[in-house]
């Protein structure tokens, strides 16, 4: 999947998002936020100007939400996004209100809508985490010049060939044909097991 894939993932198959911005104390706090647009210019969500998420989105622009659908934890798909979002403003409502018919029921006219205003998360970097697959899928995307850090855990020179760490792999997503083993990153539950049994610290955590 290339990243406007996640995006419109995000956008179209699951909608809604427990979202996180910070207080004035820097405390996390959480609400529940439609992301309703997305183009190759990021993500879009729109909120009220009366509202304490709007005034905490305006003294700090670093953000994070997590989506998720799936009927249990093992049907479910995860997308992780921490990342950057500035107001643009009130222009683009119509054309939200048109792609998220339902927001008429809540401001039902243009007076009610006079104090909405736009969001773009215009830069951020995100990971994929789909439970529904055996073995697990995992992969990370990027966007807005935002760049991705290699996460989790790989192994070093030092392995000596020994396969302790795929006796304990839960996924089985070493492969110990080679030396050193080579941990598959698309399948790793980052659980750390194999840097536990590893007889030599052959594996590093980054």
């Given at each position: 999947?290339?990243?406007?894939?996640?995006?419109?993932y995000?956008?179209?198959?699951?909608?809604?998002?427990?979202?996180?911005?910070?207080?004035?104390?820097?405390r996390?706090?959480?609400?529940?936020?439609?992301?309703?647009?997305?183009?190759?210019?990021?993500?879009?969500?729109?909120?009220?100007?009366?509202?304490?998420?709007?005034?905490?989105?305006?003294?700090?622009?670093?953000?994070?939400?997590?989506?998720m659908?799936?009927?249990?934890?093992?049907s479910?798909?995860?997308?992780?996004?921490q990342?950057?979002?500035?107001?643009t403003?009130?222009?683009?409502?119509?054309?939200?209100?048109?792609?998220?018919?339902?927001?008429?029921?809540?401001?039902?006219?243009?007076?009610?809508?006079?104090?909405?205003?736009?969001?773009?998360?215009?830069?951020?970097?995100?990971?994929?985490?789909?439970?529904?697959?055996?073995?697990?899928?995992?992969?990370?995307?990027?966007?807005?010049?935002?760049?991705?850090?290699?996460?989790?855990?790989?192994?070093?020179?030092?392995?000596?060939?020994?396969?302790?760490?795929?006796?304990?792999?839960?996924?089985?997503?070493?492969?110990?044909?080679?030396?050193p083993?080579?941990?598959?990153?698309?399948?790793?539950?980052?659980?750390?097991?194999?840097?536990?049994?590893?007889?030599t610290?052959?594996?590093?955590?980054?």
């Open positions: 999947m290339q990243t406007k894939d996640y995006l419109q995000i956008v179209e198959k699951i909608h809604s998002t427990v979202f996180a911005t910070t207080d004035s104390e820097g996390p706090v959480t609400c529940a936020i439609d992301i309703m647009d997305y183009d190759e210019n990021g993500l879009y969500f729109l909120t009220a100007k009366g509202k304490n998420f709007y005034n905490r989105l305006k003294s700090n622009e670093n953000i994070a939400f997590t989506a659908k799936g009927e249990d934890t093992l479910c798909v995860a997308v992780s996004v990342g950057k979002a500035k107001e403003g009130p222009d683009s409502l119509p054309d939200l209100f048109r792609k998220n018919p339902y927001m008429e029921k809540i401001y039902p006219d243009v007076r009610s809508r006079s104090a909405l205003t736009v969001f773009r998360i215009y830069e951020g970097t995100g990971e994929w985490f789909d439970l529904s697959k055996q073995p697990i899928e995992r992969a990370s995307f990027s966007f807005g010049g935002a760049q991705t850090e290699k996460t989790g855990y790989f192994v070093t020179d030092k392995c000596i060939g020994c396969k302790l760490c795929y006796s304990k792999c839960p996924q089985k997503c070493i492969d110990i044909s080679a030396k083993a080579i941990i598959r990153q698309e399948h790793c539950l980052h659980c750390g097991n194999c840097y536990e049994i590893c007889p610290r052959a594996i590093e955590r980054r």
